[in-house]
């Protein structure tokens, strides 16, 4: 995940927006063909590094668990162009040594990605993917005293790269 954005809006409309330098994930995937030209599937997902560019300090975790819905058009016997949405579920886990979080941020996540598959041998697959993944997490902050409410959103522009087996 080359690069993102995290920003937060507390509810008294103060908002902080952090360009991350390098954000890097990990995401196996589950899909079962529904046809030869779709699948649904899920895909949990660890996004690490999501802390503002030039920051010296911890970064923040994402974790998101989402579905996936491909549809595939072959372009040749052994190769395909996809498309991609993946609707599903975020938590951020920030370090408690950036701000007192009293519930973490959670919600909404949308990714959406076009891609290629080409086949290496006959069930392994070198897959390739550029995309872009919105967030929509709310949380509050504060401590037990006072507490604010507040919005992140979260967005990356991501190029993925992996291997593929069909069981």
Same mark, same amino acid.
């Given at each position: 995940?080359?690069?993102?954005? &995290?920003? =937060?809006?507390? $509810?008294?409309?103060?908002?902080?927006?952090?360009?991350?330098?390098? %954000? *890097?994930? @990990? #995401?196996?995937?589950?899909?079962?063909?529904?046809?030869?030209?779709?699948?649904?599937?899920?895909?949990?997902?660890?996004?690490?590094?999501?802390?503002?560019?030039?920051?010296?300090?911890?970064?923040?975790?994402?974790?998101?668990?989402?579905?996936?819905?491909?549809?595939?058009?072959?372009?040749?016997?052994?190769?395909? &162009?996809? =498309?991609?949405? $993946?609707?599903?579920?975020?938590?951020?886990?920030?370090?408690?040594? %950036? *701000?007192? @979080? #009293?519930?973490?941020?959670?919600?909404?996540?949308?990714?959406?990605?076009?891609?290629?598959?080409?086949?290496?041998?006959?069930?392994?697959?070198?897959?390739?993917?550029?995309?872009?993944?919105?967030?929509?997490?709310?949380?509050?902050?504060?401590?037990?005293?006072?507490?604010?409410?507040?919005?992140?959103?979260?967005?990356?522009?991501?190029?993925? $790269?992996?291997?593929?087996?069909?069981?």
């Amino acid at each position: 995940m080359p690069v993102g954005t &995290l920003v =937060g809006t507390a $509810s008294m409309n103060t908002t902080v927006s952090a360009d991350t330098v390098f %954000a *890097t994930a @990990v #995401a196996p995937f589950v899909d079962v063909a529904v046809s030869p030209y779709a699948a649904l599937g899920i895909s949990p997902q660890v996004i690490f590094r999501v802390k503002p560019d030039g920051s010296t300090g911890q970064s923040a975790t994402e974790f998101d668990l989402r579905a996936r819905l491909t549809g595939r058009v072959p372009v040749s016997g052994s190769s395909y &162009l996809y =498309g991609r949405l $993946s609707p599903g579920f975020s938590i951020i886990s920030i370090p408690s040594s %950036a *701000t007192k @979080v #009293a519930s973490p941020p959670m919600g909404l996540v949308v990714d959406v990605a076009v891609g290629a598959e080409f086949s290496l041998l006959p069930k392994l697959f070198w897959v390739v993917d550029l995309g872009y993944q919105m967030g929509f997490q709310s949380g509050s902050v504060g401590d037990d005293v006072s507490q604010v409410d507040a919005d992140y959103h979260t967005r990356y522009l991501h190029v993925g $790269s992996g291997l593929a087996l069909r069981l």
